[in-house]
């Protein structure tokens, strides 16, 4: 049933804060704030997002004071609040226009974002359908391993030109030689070997890799 409520003033509680109010039997008792407080790992998460060129910005359905104070709480580039599944996923592809988007999500309303980002990435303790829809769920729940998730992309991308470059030394130098007549096909044979070898132990260097 309707009742009235007295609305608590401007100042007694954080514009960022939701009121959920309380009533029984159509009679108003009181009513609770609730607050969506950031991680403490969260401001460095985006700071490390920023030292890499990589700008941020937040798509969220929540309401406009709140992203506003989260935004100015992150220092994030820019924030769209009160938006849709599907407004993200128009938003995400009118920056898809210009330049390559990934999208960070773990709520259901993410899926259709995470599903149309270039590079979607899922928290660990998201919903199963963020994480269906993501290319890299992160083992933890921790923000800061965005980061260390694209730090680790572009270290293995960095292996792969360096062992292409190997190979087609490789075989630019043997293949060519053993045809000719100037390597026997136990040395070019051999050369193939050592291509394999230098790439794979090329790879194995990423073991050591640190974000």
Sequence with gaps: APF??????????????YLVYIAENGVFSGYVTVLDQLRPESAEAIQELHKRHIDTMILSGDKRSMVEHISAQLQVTKSLAELKPEQ????LQSLQQHQQVAM?????????????????????????????????????NDPR?????????????????QNLFWAFIFNTLAIPAAALGYLSPAIAGAAMALSSITVLSNS????????
């Design 204 to 211: 194995l260097l990423l073991k050591r890799f640190k974000s």
């Design 145 to 161: 391993l965005v980061a260390v998730a694209i730090d680790i992309s572009r270290a293995t991308w960095h292996k792969i030109q």
């Design 88 to 91: 993200k996923l128009a938003k």
């Design 4 to 17: 009235l409520a007295p609305v608590p003033r401007r100042g007694k509680r954080n514009e960022s804060s």
């Design 104 to 140: 960070v999500g773990d709520g259901v309303n993410d899926a259709p974002a995470l599903a149309g980002a270039d590079v979607s990435i899922a928290m660990g303790t998201g919903s199963d359908a963020a994480k269906q829809s993501a290319s890299i769920t992160l083992m933890r």
